[in-house]
Protein backbone atom coordinates (compact mmCIF):
# COMPACT_ATOMS: atom_id res chain seq x y z
CA UNK A 1 0.00 0.00 0.00
CA UNK A 2 1.52 3.17 -1.00
CA UNK A 3 1.29 6.48 1.14
CA UNK A 4 -1.12 8.61 0.86
CA UNK A 5 1.06 11.59 -1.14
CA UNK A 6 -0.21 14.47 -3.14
CA UNK A 7 1.21 12.71 -6.32
CA UNK A 8 -0.32 9.29 -5.89
CA UNK A 9 -3.66 9.76 -4.34
CA UNK A 10 -6.62 9.75 -6.94
CA UNK A 11 -7.80 13.44 -7.16
CA UNK A 12 -11.60 14.41 -7.25
CA UNK A 13 -11.81 14.69 -11.20
CA UNK A 14 -10.28 10.84 -11.39
CA UNK A 15 -12.59 9.39 -9.09
CA UNK A 16 -15.80 7.78 -10.78
CA UNK A 17 -18.50 9.74 -9.10
CA UNK A 18 -21.65 7.04 -8.23
CA UNK A 19 -24.25 7.16 -6.07
CA UNK A 20 -22.17 5.69 -3.00
CA UNK A 21 -23.30 5.50 1.22
CA UNK A 22 -21.13 7.54 2.61
CA UNK A 23 -20.68 8.37 6.16
CA UNK A 24 -22.04 11.46 7.64
CA UNK A 25 -21.61 13.62 11.08
CA UNK A 26 -24.32 15.79 12.72
CA UNK A 27 -21.82 18.82 12.54
CA UNK A 28 -23.48 21.86 11.92
CA UNK A 29 -23.68 25.59 11.79
CA UNK A 30 -25.54 27.07 15.33
CA UNK A 31 -28.70 28.19 13.75
CA UNK A 32 -29.50 31.57 13.65
CA UNK A 33 -33.58 30.75 12.85
CA UNK A 34 -36.07 32.15 14.45
CA UNK A 35 -39.66 31.45 13.14
CA UNK A 36 -41.06 35.26 13.86
CA UNK A 37 -44.65 33.54 12.15
CA UNK A 38 -44.72 31.02 14.36
CA UNK A 39 -44.99 32.83 17.69
CA UNK A 40 -47.70 32.07 19.43
CA UNK A 41 -49.65 33.99 21.94
CA UNK A 42 -48.60 31.94 24.85
CA UNK A 43 -44.37 32.22 23.33
CA UNK A 44 -45.44 35.98 23.28
CA UNK A 45 -46.60 35.89 26.44
CA UNK A 46 -43.59 34.35 27.59
CA UNK A 47 -41.20 36.23 26.34
CA UNK A 48 -42.75 39.09 27.84
CA UNK A 49 -42.86 38.24 31.13
CA UNK A 50 -39.54 36.81 31.29
CA UNK A 51 -38.43 40.16 30.46
CA UNK A 52 -40.38 41.81 32.60
CA UNK A 53 -39.28 39.95 35.77
CA UNK A 54 -35.50 39.96 34.62
CA UNK A 55 -36.08 44.01 34.44
CA UNK A 56 -37.34 43.59 37.87
CA UNK A 57 -34.01 41.72 38.89
CA UNK A 58 -31.89 44.40 37.47
CA UNK A 59 -33.90 46.89 39.40
CA UNK A 60 -33.23 45.18 42.76
CA UNK A 61 -29.92 45.12 41.94
CA UNK A 62 -29.36 48.33 41.48
CA UNK A 63 -31.42 49.18 44.76
CA UNK A 64 -29.37 46.98 46.84
CA UNK A 65 -26.19 46.75 45.66
CA UNK A 66 -24.93 46.41 49.70
CA UNK A 67 -26.51 43.42 48.95
CA UNK A 68 -24.30 41.76 46.25
CA UNK A 69 -21.50 39.39 47.19
CA UNK A 70 -18.64 39.31 45.59
CA UNK A 71 -16.22 36.61 45.73
CA UNK A 72 -12.73 39.20 45.89
CA UNK A 73 -12.60 41.41 48.69
CA UNK A 74 -11.25 44.86 48.55
CA UNK A 75 -7.73 44.07 49.27
CA UNK A 76 -7.64 41.00 46.41
CA UNK A 77 -9.65 43.33 43.61
CA UNK A 78 -6.65 45.45 44.65
CA UNK A 79 -3.80 43.06 44.35
CA UNK A 80 -5.54 41.76 41.15
CA UNK A 81 -5.51 45.31 39.07
CA UNK A 82 -2.01 45.23 40.60
CA UNK A 83 -0.93 42.39 38.99
CA UNK A 84 -2.64 43.03 35.71
CA UNK A 85 -0.57 46.16 35.44
CA UNK A 86 2.65 43.98 36.01
CA UNK A 87 3.39 43.72 32.03
CA UNK A 88 6.84 42.80 32.74
CA UNK A 89 5.94 39.75 34.39
CA UNK A 90 4.25 36.54 33.02
CA UNK A 91 1.28 34.19 34.64
CA UNK A 92 1.20 30.18 33.56
CA UNK A 93 -0.29 27.34 35.08
CA UNK A 94 2.74 24.88 35.58
CA UNK A 95 2.93 21.52 33.14
CA UNK A 96 1.42 18.69 35.04
CA UNK A 97 1.43 20.87 38.28
CA UNK A 98 -1.25 20.05 39.51
CA UNK A 99 -3.09 23.73 38.61
CA UNK A 100 -0.19 25.21 40.23
CA UNK A 101 0.97 29.28 38.74
CA UNK A 102 4.19 30.00 38.07
CA UNK A 103 5.46 33.65 37.40
CA UNK A 104 7.93 34.37 35.31
CA UNK A 105 9.83 37.23 34.22
CA UNK A 106 8.68 38.44 30.84
CA UNK A 107 12.20 38.09 29.54
CA UNK A 108 12.93 34.97 30.13
CA UNK A 109 9.41 33.30 29.18
CA UNK A 110 10.12 35.11 25.56
CA UNK A 111 13.96 33.28 25.57
CA UNK A 112 12.25 30.51 26.25
CA UNK A 113 9.09 30.52 23.19
CA UNK A 114 12.37 31.64 20.87
CA UNK A 115 14.50 28.33 22.03
CA UNK A 116 11.08 26.36 21.49
CA UNK A 117 10.95 28.50 17.92
CA UNK A 118 14.52 28.45 17.19
CA UNK A 119 14.24 24.46 15.85
CA UNK A 120 14.39 24.73 12.07
CA UNK A 121 13.16 21.41 12.07
CA UNK A 122 10.42 21.76 13.23
CA UNK A 123 9.18 24.75 12.66
CA UNK A 124 9.46 27.66 9.91
CA UNK A 125 9.45 31.58 9.78
CA UNK A 126 6.73 32.72 7.90
CA UNK A 127 7.22 35.87 5.93
CA UNK A 128 3.42 37.28 6.02
CA UNK A 129 0.02 36.00 7.64
CA UNK A 130 -0.85 33.18 5.04
CA UNK A 131 -4.63 32.91 6.24
CA UNK A 132 -6.48 34.35 2.95
CA UNK A 133 -4.16 31.72 0.95
CA UNK A 134 -4.65 28.85 3.30
CA UNK A 135 -8.53 29.75 3.29
CA UNK A 136 -8.43 29.89 -0.62
CA UNK A 137 -6.93 26.11 -0.76
CA UNK A 138 -9.25 24.93 2.16
CA UNK A 139 -12.03 25.99 0.31
CA UNK A 140 -10.92 23.91 -2.96
CA UNK A 141 -10.68 21.12 -0.95
CA UNK A 142 -14.21 21.01 0.84
CA UNK A 143 -15.96 22.02 -2.95
CA UNK A 144 -14.49 18.31 -4.05
CA UNK A 145 -15.88 16.89 -0.67
CA UNK A 146 -19.31 18.72 -1.33
CA UNK A 147 -19.23 17.62 -5.03
CA UNK A 148 -19.00 14.07 -4.70
CA UNK A 149 -21.56 14.02 -1.96
CA UNK A 150 -18.57 12.97 0.87
CA UNK A 151 -19.75 16.33 2.92
CA UNK A 152 -23.79 17.43 3.51
CA UNK A 153 -24.07 21.29 2.85
CA UNK A 154 -24.24 21.40 6.62
CA UNK A 155 -20.85 19.90 7.24
CA UNK A 156 -19.65 22.09 4.65
CA UNK A 157 -20.82 25.20 5.64
CA UNK A 158 -19.77 24.28 9.34
CA UNK A 159 -15.71 22.96 8.30
CA UNK A 160 -16.01 26.12 5.97
CA UNK A 161 -14.62 28.77 8.55
CA UNK A 162 -14.69 32.10 6.86
CA UNK A 163 -13.14 34.47 9.04
CA UNK A 164 -10.99 32.44 11.15
CA UNK A 165 -9.25 33.54 14.35
CA UNK A 166 -5.46 32.94 14.25
CA UNK A 167 -4.13 30.19 16.03
CA UNK A 168 -2.09 31.19 18.90
CA UNK A 169 1.59 29.94 20.39
CA UNK A 170 1.63 29.53 24.31
CA UNK A 171 3.89 27.52 26.47
CA UNK A 172 3.68 26.34 30.14
CA UNK A 173 6.56 25.43 32.11
CA UNK A 174 7.61 22.59 32.92
CA UNK A 175 8.86 23.34 36.74
CA UNK A 176 8.93 19.59 37.35
CA UNK A 177 11.93 19.22 35.43
CA UNK A 178 13.56 22.56 36.76
CA UNK A 179 12.62 25.05 39.29
CA UNK A 180 14.77 28.40 38.18
CA UNK A 181 14.77 28.02 34.53
CA UNK A 182 11.54 25.49 33.31
CA UNK A 183 11.48 24.59 30.15
CA UNK A 184 8.36 25.12 28.17
CA UNK A 185 5.74 22.70 26.82
CA UNK A 186 5.04 24.75 23.56
CA UNK A 187 0.77 24.50 23.13
CA UNK A 188 -1.12 26.11 19.95
CA UNK A 189 -4.89 27.54 20.99
CA UNK A 190 -6.38 27.06 17.86
CA UNK A 191 -10.35 28.00 19.28
CA UNK A 192 -11.57 29.39 16.27
CA UNK A 193 -9.16 29.16 13.85
CA UNK A 194 -8.89 27.82 10.23
CA UNK A 195 -8.78 23.97 10.69
CA UNK A 196 -10.29 24.02 14.48
CA UNK A 197 -13.62 22.44 13.02
CA UNK A 198 -12.17 20.17 10.18
CA UNK A 199 -9.90 18.96 12.88
CA UNK A 200 -12.74 18.01 14.84
CA UNK A 201 -15.02 16.69 12.49
CA UNK A 202 -11.57 14.05 11.37
CA UNK A 203 -11.52 13.60 15.45
CA UNK A 204 -15.16 12.00 14.93
CA UNK A 205 -13.89 9.48 12.42
CA UNK A 206 -10.39 8.59 14.14
CA UNK A 207 -11.93 8.05 17.63
CA UNK A 208 -13.73 5.20 16.97
CA UNK A 209 -10.59 3.49 15.77
CA UNK A 210 -8.60 4.46 19.38
CA UNK A 211 -10.19 1.35 21.45
CA UNK A 212 -10.05 -0.99 18.68
CA UNK A 213 -6.07 -1.37 19.87
CA UNK A 214 -5.05 -4.68 21.63
CA UNK A 215 -2.83 -2.01 24.15
CA UNK A 216 -5.73 0.73 24.54
CA UNK A 217 -6.29 2.15 27.91
CA UNK A 218 -9.74 4.11 28.57
CA UNK A 219 -8.85 5.45 31.89
CA UNK A 220 -7.04 4.76 35.18
CA UNK A 221 -10.69 2.78 36.34
CA UNK A 222 -10.12 0.75 33.31
CA UNK A 223 -6.59 0.28 33.80
CA UNK A 224 -7.74 -1.02 37.77
CA UNK A 225 -10.03 -3.62 36.09
CA UNK A 226 -7.26 -4.92 33.89
CA UNK A 227 -4.81 -5.14 36.80
CA UNK A 228 -7.72 -7.16 39.13
CA UNK A 229 -7.49 -9.71 36.72
CA UNK A 230 -3.42 -10.64 37.05
CA UNK A 231 -1.17 -12.38 39.60
CA UNK A 232 1.36 -11.38 40.52
CA UNK A 233 4.76 -14.17 39.98
CA UNK A 234 8.16 -13.26 41.28
CA UNK A 235 10.39 -13.02 37.90
CA UNK A 236 7.92 -9.69 36.97
CA UNK A 237 9.13 -6.69 36.94
CA UNK A 238 6.91 -3.40 36.58
CA UNK A 239 8.11 -1.00 34.63
CA UNK A 240 6.61 2.24 32.69
CA UNK A 241 7.66 3.59 29.59
CA UNK A 242 7.10 7.38 27.65
CA UNK A 243 7.43 8.08 24.33
CA UNK A 244 9.22 11.58 23.99
CA UNK A 245 7.50 14.42 22.23
CA UNK A 246 4.83 12.14 20.54
CA UNK A 247 2.88 15.05 18.78
CA UNK A 248 5.63 16.70 17.50
CA UNK A 249 7.91 13.20 16.08
CA UNK A 250 5.35 11.73 13.48
CA UNK A 251 6.50 12.77 10.08
CA UNK A 252 3.27 13.52 7.70
CA UNK A 253 3.84 10.99 5.33
CA UNK A 254 4.54 8.21 7.55
CA UNK A 255 1.70 9.36 10.07
CA UNK A 256 -0.95 9.59 6.95
CA UNK A 257 0.12 6.10 5.70
CA UNK A 258 -0.89 4.63 9.55
CA UNK A 259 -4.12 6.47 9.30
CA UNK A 260 -4.81 5.14 5.30
CA UNK A 261 -4.26 1.66 7.06
CA UNK A 262 -6.57 2.36 9.44
CA UNK A 263 -9.86 3.67 7.43
CA UNK A 264 -8.55 0.73 4.97
CA UNK A 265 -9.71 -1.76 7.17
CA UNK A 266 -13.12 -0.19 7.38
CA UNK A 267 -15.42 -1.49 5.48
CA UNK A 268 -18.18 0.83 6.12
CA UNK A 269 -15.40 4.08 4.50
CA UNK A 270 -16.22 3.91 0.48
CA UNK A 271 -12.63 4.61 -1.20
CA UNK A 272 -13.65 8.13 -2.33
CA UNK A 273 -14.56 9.30 1.32
CA UNK A 274 -11.12 7.56 2.89
CA UNK A 275 -9.19 9.57 -0.02
CA UNK A 276 -10.91 12.89 1.07
CA UNK A 277 -9.91 12.10 4.95
CA UNK A 278 -6.44 11.65 4.12
CA UNK A 279 -6.47 15.03 2.10
CA UNK A 280 -8.21 16.71 4.96
CA UNK A 281 -5.57 15.11 7.53
CA UNK A 282 -2.65 16.17 4.86
CA UNK A 283 -4.66 19.78 5.19
CA UNK A 284 -4.55 20.07 9.07
CA UNK A 285 -0.86 19.20 9.37
CA UNK A 286 0.74 21.25 6.45
CA UNK A 287 -1.00 24.50 7.39
CA UNK A 288 -0.65 24.39 11.15
CA UNK A 289 0.27 27.81 11.16
CA UNK A 290 0.32 30.11 13.95
CA UNK A 291 0.99 33.60 15.57
CA UNK A 292 3.43 34.17 18.45
CA UNK A 293 4.04 38.42 18.68
CA UNK A 294 4.15 39.68 16.11
CA UNK A 295 5.45 37.15 13.69
CA UNK A 296 3.46 33.63 12.02
CA UNK A 297 4.97 30.46 11.85
CA UNK A 298 4.17 27.00 10.21
CA UNK A 299 4.95 23.71 12.18
CA UNK A 300 6.77 21.57 9.32
CA UNK A 301 6.25 17.85 11.46
CA UNK A 302 3.96 16.49 14.11
CA UNK A 303 0.95 18.10 14.88
CA UNK A 304 -0.09 20.38 17.56
CA UNK A 305 -0.81 19.84 21.09
CA UNK A 306 -3.87 21.26 21.69
CA UNK A 307 -5.20 20.50 17.93
CA UNK A 308 -8.72 18.32 18.72
CA UNK A 309 -7.77 15.49 16.08
CA UNK A 310 -3.99 14.68 17.48
CA UNK A 311 -4.88 12.41 20.46
CA UNK A 312 -6.39 9.97 18.44
CA UNK A 313 -4.21 10.57 15.13
CA UNK A 314 -1.08 10.19 17.90
CA UNK A 315 -2.67 7.09 19.20
CA UNK A 316 -3.33 5.27 15.62
CA UNK A 317 0.12 6.08 14.85
CA UNK A 318 1.63 4.16 17.81
CA UNK A 319 -0.82 1.65 17.37
CA UNK A 320 0.55 1.07 13.66
CA UNK A 321 3.85 1.17 15.33
CA UNK A 322 2.45 -1.53 18.31
CA UNK A 323 1.39 -3.96 15.15
CA UNK A 324 4.65 -4.16 13.48
CA UNK A 325 7.52 -4.17 16.77
CA UNK A 326 5.04 -5.79 19.45
CA UNK A 327 2.28 -7.75 18.82
CA UNK A 328 4.40 -9.16 15.31
CA UNK A 329 8.21 -9.74 14.78
CA UNK A 330 9.30 -9.28 18.48
CA UNK A 331 12.29 -11.45 19.80
CA UNK A 332 11.04 -10.31 23.35
CA UNK A 333 7.53 -11.51 22.92
CA UNK A 334 7.73 -13.76 25.66
CA UNK A 335 8.81 -11.68 28.48
CA UNK A 336 5.61 -9.49 27.83
CA UNK A 337 3.35 -10.81 30.42
CA UNK A 338 1.28 -7.03 29.74
CA UNK A 339 1.75 -4.37 27.56
CA UNK A 340 -0.86 -1.31 28.10
CA UNK A 341 -0.86 2.21 26.56
CA UNK A 342 -2.68 5.29 27.08
CA UNK A 343 -1.34 7.24 24.48
CA UNK A 344 2.48 8.54 25.05
CA UNK A 345 2.49 6.31 27.82
CA UNK A 346 3.53 2.47 28.74
CA UNK A 347 2.97 0.27 31.08
CA UNK A 348 3.97 -2.97 30.99
CA UNK A 349 5.39 -6.13 32.78
CA UNK A 350 8.08 -7.77 32.21
CA UNK A 351 8.72 -10.86 32.96
CA UNK A 352 12.47 -11.97 32.68
CA UNK A 353 15.83 -10.52 34.07
CA UNK A 354 17.03 -6.84 34.12
CA UNK A 355 19.84 -7.46 31.33
CA UNK A 356 16.99 -8.59 29.13
CA UNK A 357 14.94 -5.91 29.78
CA UNK A 358 17.51 -3.36 28.94
CA UNK A 359 17.94 -5.53 25.49
CA UNK A 360 13.95 -4.95 25.12
CA UNK A 361 14.68 -0.98 25.61
CA UNK A 362 17.17 -0.75 23.08
CA UNK A 363 14.69 -2.99 20.80
CA UNK A 364 11.70 -0.73 20.37
CA UNK A 365 14.40 2.29 20.58
CA UNK A 366 15.58 1.12 17.22
CA UNK A 367 12.65 1.61 15.12
CA UNK A 368 12.07 3.85 11.61
CA UNK A 369 8.57 5.72 13.39
CA UNK A 370 11.49 8.10 14.71
CA UNK A 371 9.89 6.94 18.66
CA UNK A 372 11.80 7.26 21.42
CA UNK A 373 11.36 6.13 24.85
CA UNK A 374 12.22 6.50 28.01
CA UNK A 375 11.81 4.30 31.02
CA UNK A 376 11.22 3.71 34.53
CA UNK A 377 11.97 0.34 36.54
CA UNK A 378 9.60 0.15 39.74
CA UNK A 379 10.00 -3.59 40.38
CA UNK A 380 7.09 -4.46 42.55
CA UNK A 381 5.60 -0.38 42.78
CA UNK A 382 5.54 2.30 40.20
CA UNK A 383 3.49 5.08 39.37
CA UNK A 384 1.40 5.34 36.86
CA UNK A 385 -0.84 7.90 35.23
CA UNK A 386 -2.87 8.75 38.85
CA UNK A 387 -2.09 5.36 40.46
CA UNK A 388 0.50 4.50 42.38
CA UNK A 389 0.80 0.15 41.93
CA UNK A 390 1.91 -1.82 44.23
CA UNK A 391 2.09 -5.99 45.21
CA UNK A 392 0.45 -7.69 48.35
CA UNK A 393 -0.28 -10.77 48.57
CA UNK A 394 0.55 -11.76 44.95
CA UNK A 395 -2.02 -9.16 43.49
CA UNK A 396 -1.76 -5.88 42.14
CA UNK A 397 -2.91 -2.74 44.53
CA UNK A 398 -3.67 0.61 44.21
CA UNK A 399 -3.88 4.24 45.75
CA UNK A 400 -3.69 7.53 44.50
CA UNK A 401 -0.57 9.28 43.51
CA UNK A 402 -0.18 12.70 44.01
CA UNK A 403 3.20 14.33 42.31
CA UNK A 404 5.53 16.12 44.07
CA UNK A 405 4.22 19.51 41.96
CA UNK A 406 0.42 19.24 43.02
CA UNK A 407 -0.83 21.93 45.09
CA UNK A 408 -3.86 22.04 46.83
CA UNK A 409 -5.85 23.92 43.81
CA UNK A 410 -9.28 22.78 45.04
CA UNK A 411 -11.74 25.54 43.86
CA UNK A 412 -12.61 27.95 46.92
CA UNK A 413 -15.82 27.61 48.20
CA UNK A 414 -16.22 31.10 47.91
CA UNK A 415 -15.57 30.98 44.20
CA UNK A 416 -18.13 32.38 41.95
CA UNK A 417 -19.44 29.33 40.85
CA UNK A 418 -23.05 27.42 41.63
CA UNK A 419 -23.21 26.98 45.41
CA UNK A 420 -24.96 23.02 44.00
CA UNK A 421 -21.63 22.38 41.92
CA UNK A 422 -19.05 23.52 45.11
CA UNK A 423 -21.03 21.41 47.02
CA UNK A 424 -20.59 18.35 44.96
CA UNK A 425 -16.79 18.75 44.54
CA UNK A 426 -15.85 17.12 47.75
CA UNK A 427 -18.10 14.32 47.17
CA UNK A 428 -16.46 13.28 43.95
CA UNK A 429 -12.99 13.93 44.81
CA UNK A 430 -13.47 11.28 47.79
CA UNK A 431 -15.69 8.74 45.40
CA UNK A 432 -12.33 8.99 43.14
CA UNK A 433 -9.88 8.57 46.10
CA UNK A 434 -11.80 5.00 47.01
CA UNK A 435 -12.14 4.03 43.65
CA UNK A 436 -8.36 3.99 43.44
CA UNK A 437 -7.36 2.60 46.68
CA UNK A 438 -8.03 -1.15 46.94
CA UNK A 439 -6.82 -0.84 50.99
CA UNK A 440 -9.31 0.64 53.15
CA UNK A 441 -6.47 2.29 55.06
CA UNK A 442 -5.03 3.96 52.47
CA UNK A 443 -8.44 5.69 51.88
CA UNK A 444 -8.46 6.67 55.21
CA UNK A 445 -5.10 7.93 55.49
CA UNK A 446 -5.90 10.01 51.94
CA UNK A 447 -9.37 10.98 52.53
CA UNK A 448 -7.70 12.85 55.85
CA UNK A 449 -5.43 14.59 53.91
CA UNK A 450 -7.79 15.76 51.29
CA UNK A 451 -10.48 16.94 54.37
CA UNK A 452 -7.50 18.72 55.20
CA UNK A 453 -7.24 20.30 52.05
CA UNK A 454 -10.75 21.10 51.14
CA UNK A 455 -11.13 22.90 54.70
CA UNK A 456 -8.01 25.22 53.66
CA UNK A 457 -10.59 25.95 50.91
CA UNK A 458 -13.10 27.08 53.31
CA UNK A 459 -15.33 24.59 52.78
CA UNK A 460 -17.98 23.89 55.35
CA UNK A 461 -16.62 20.85 57.92
CA UNK A 462 -19.84 19.18 57.80
CA UNK A 463 -20.47 19.20 54.22
CA UNK A 464 -16.80 18.14 53.96
CA UNK A 465 -17.57 14.88 56.67
CA UNK A 466 -21.13 14.15 55.24
CA UNK A 467 -19.40 13.83 51.77
CA UNK A 468 -17.23 11.61 53.29
CA UNK A 469 -19.66 9.41 55.08
CA UNK A 470 -21.33 9.19 51.79
CA UNK A 471 -18.35 7.83 49.77
CA UNK A 472 -17.24 5.71 52.98
CA UNK A 473 -20.96 3.73 52.91
CA UNK A 474 -20.74 2.82 49.33
CA UNK A 475 -18.90 -0.58 48.10
CA UNK A 476 -16.12 -0.04 46.10
CA UNK A 477 -17.16 -2.05 43.18
CA UNK A 478 -20.01 0.91 42.62
CA UNK A 479 -17.18 3.67 41.19
CA UNK A 480 -16.55 0.75 38.56
CA UNK A 481 -19.72 0.76 36.87
CA UNK A 482 -20.36 2.83 33.59
CA UNK A 483 -22.60 5.06 33.48
CA UNK A 484 -24.97 4.08 30.62
CA UNK A 485 -27.84 6.77 30.98
CA UNK A 486 -31.29 7.04 31.26
CA UNK A 487 -33.89 6.45 29.03
CA UNK A 488 -35.92 9.11 28.26
CA UNK A 489 -39.40 9.85 25.71
CA UNK A 490 -38.01 10.27 22.35
CA UNK A 491 -40.94 12.72 21.96
CA UNK A 492 -40.22 15.04 25.04
CA UNK A 493 -37.12 17.74 24.77
CA UNK A 494 -34.42 17.50 26.83
CA UNK A 495 -34.46 21.96 27.26
CA UNK A 496 -32.01 23.69 29.26
CA UNK A 497 -31.34 27.57 29.49
CA UNK A 498 -27.89 28.22 29.19
CA UNK A 499 -26.26 31.71 30.75
CA UNK A 500 -22.90 32.90 32.73
CA UNK A 501 -22.97 32.18 36.18
CA UNK A 502 -23.16 35.53 38.54
CA UNK A 503 -24.45 36.93 41.58
CA UNK A 504 -28.09 36.29 40.37
CA UNK A 505 -28.63 33.27 39.22
CA UNK A 506 -31.09 32.08 41.69
CA UNK A 507 -33.43 34.97 41.07
CA UNK A 508 -32.79 33.96 37.09
CA UNK A 509 -33.63 30.40 37.85
CA UNK A 510 -36.99 31.59 40.08
CA UNK A 511 -37.89 33.67 36.90
CA UNK A 512 -37.90 30.91 34.74
CA UNK A 513 -39.50 28.62 37.34
CA UNK A 514 -42.50 31.14 37.31
CA UNK A 515 -42.92 31.86 33.68
CA UNK A 516 -42.43 28.21 32.70
CA UNK A 517 -45.75 27.28 32.80
CA UNK A 518 -47.07 29.48 30.29
CA UNK A 519 -45.04 27.91 27.40
CA UNK A 520 -46.78 24.61 28.99
CA UNK A 521 -50.42 25.45 28.49
CA UNK A 522 -49.93 26.19 24.85
CA UNK A 523 -51.81 23.46 22.67
CA UNK A 524 -48.80 22.81 20.53
CA UNK A 525 -45.60 23.19 22.82
CA UNK A 526 -47.68 20.96 25.33
CA UNK A 527 -47.32 17.57 24.00
CA UNK A 528 -43.16 17.98 24.21
CA UNK A 529 -42.06 20.43 26.74
CA UNK A 530 -41.21 18.85 29.93
CA UNK A 531 -41.16 20.83 33.24
CA UNK A 532 -38.84 23.13 33.81
CA UNK A 533 -35.62 21.13 34.78
CA UNK A 534 -32.49 23.02 34.86
CA UNK A 535 -30.30 26.27 34.14
CA UNK A 536 -26.87 25.16 32.46
CA UNK A 537 -24.37 27.85 33.92
CA UNK A 538 -20.99 28.96 31.76
CA UNK A 539 -18.28 29.42 33.91
CA UNK A 540 -17.98 33.00 35.07
CA UNK A 541 -14.91 35.11 34.55
CA UNK A 542 -11.48 33.56 36.43
CA UNK A 543 -8.18 35.32 37.57
CA UNK A 544 -6.78 32.42 35.09
CA UNK A 545 -8.44 34.57 32.31
CA UNK A 546 -7.35 38.10 33.69
CA UNK A 547 -3.87 36.92 34.09
CA UNK A 548 -2.98 34.50 31.57
CA UNK A 549 -4.52 34.73 28.13
CA UNK A 550 -3.28 32.12 25.54
CA UNK A 551 -2.33 35.26 23.79
CA UNK A 552 0.62 37.07 25.70
CA UNK A 553 -0.12 40.34 26.92
CA UNK A 554 1.19 43.41 25.40
CA UNK A 555 4.23 45.40 26.71
CA UNK A 556 2.61 48.35 27.77
CA UNK A 557 5.89 50.39 27.65
CA UNK A 558 7.24 48.84 24.78
CA UNK A 559 3.44 50.39 23.08
CA UNK A 560 4.09 53.31 24.53
CA UNK A 561 7.02 54.26 23.31
CA UNK A 562 6.33 53.43 19.76
CA UNK A 563 4.31 55.19 17.38
CA UNK A 564 1.34 55.15 18.49
CA UNK A 565 -0.56 55.99 15.46
CA UNK A 566 -0.19 52.83 13.55
CA UNK A 567 0.70 50.04 16.47
CA UNK A 568 -3.22 48.34 17.08
CA UNK A 569 -2.16 47.33 20.60
CA UNK A 570 -2.33 50.77 21.71
CA UNK A 571 -5.32 52.98 23.83
CA UNK A 572 -3.78 55.62 21.99
CA UNK A 573 -5.14 57.45 19.58
CA UNK A 574 -8.57 56.93 19.49
CA UNK A 575 -9.77 55.25 16.30
CA UNK A 576 -10.03 52.12 14.16
CA UNK A 577 -6.74 50.51 13.05
CA UNK A 578 -5.48 47.23 11.15
CA UNK A 579 -4.91 44.04 13.98
CA UNK A 580 -3.42 41.60 11.24
CA UNK A 581 -5.00 38.69 12.98
CA UNK A 582 -7.31 37.98 10.36
CA UNK A 583 -7.33 38.21 6.22
CA UNK A 584 -9.54 40.84 6.91
CA UNK A 585 -7.07 43.61 7.73
CA UNK A 586 -5.77 43.96 4.12
CA UNK A 587 -9.45 45.02 2.98
CA UNK A 588 -10.09 47.50 5.58
CA UNK A 589 -8.91 51.27 5.75
CA UNK A 590 -7.62 52.95 8.66
CA UNK A 591 -9.43 55.73 10.47
CA UNK A 592 -8.50 57.90 13.39
CA UNK A 593 -10.59 59.65 15.50
CA UNK A 594 -9.83 63.12 16.03
Not at 148 to 153: A, E, R, S, V
Not at 312 to 336: D, K, M, R, S, T
Request: charged residues 25%.
Amino acid sequence: MNVMTSTNMPSFSEVDIQQKEFLHTKFKCKSGFYPIWEKTNNIKVFGDMLEDEFRKINIKKNQNKKRIQFNLDRKEREALNGLQAKHDLVFRQADKGGGGVVIQDRSDYLKEAERILSDVETYQLLKYNPTKEFLEQMRTLLDGGLTQGILTKDEFNFLYTPFPRLAILYHNPKIHKSVTSPPGRPIISGIGSLTANLSEYIDSFLQKYVPLAPSYIKDSGHLMEILQDLEWKETYILVSMDVTSLYTVIQHEKGLLAIDKRIEEDHTIESEQRVFLGEAIRFCLTHNYFGFQDKFYLQKTGTAMGAKFAPGYANIFVAHWEQQAIWNNNPYGANLALWRRYIDDVLLIWDGNRDDLNGFFEFVNTNSFDLKFTMEVGNETLNFLDLNIFIKDRKFCTRTFFKPTDKNSYINFNSCHHKKWLQNIPKNQFGRIRRNCTEMQDFITQSRELSEKFLLKQYPKPLVDKSLKDIVDLDRSIFFQRNLGKSKDPTEWDLAFFTKFNSRSKDIELALSKCWPILRNDPILSKHLPAFRRVIYRRANTVKNTLAPSALRPNQNKIENMDNKTHFLSDKPKGFFKCSACSMCRELKTKVVL
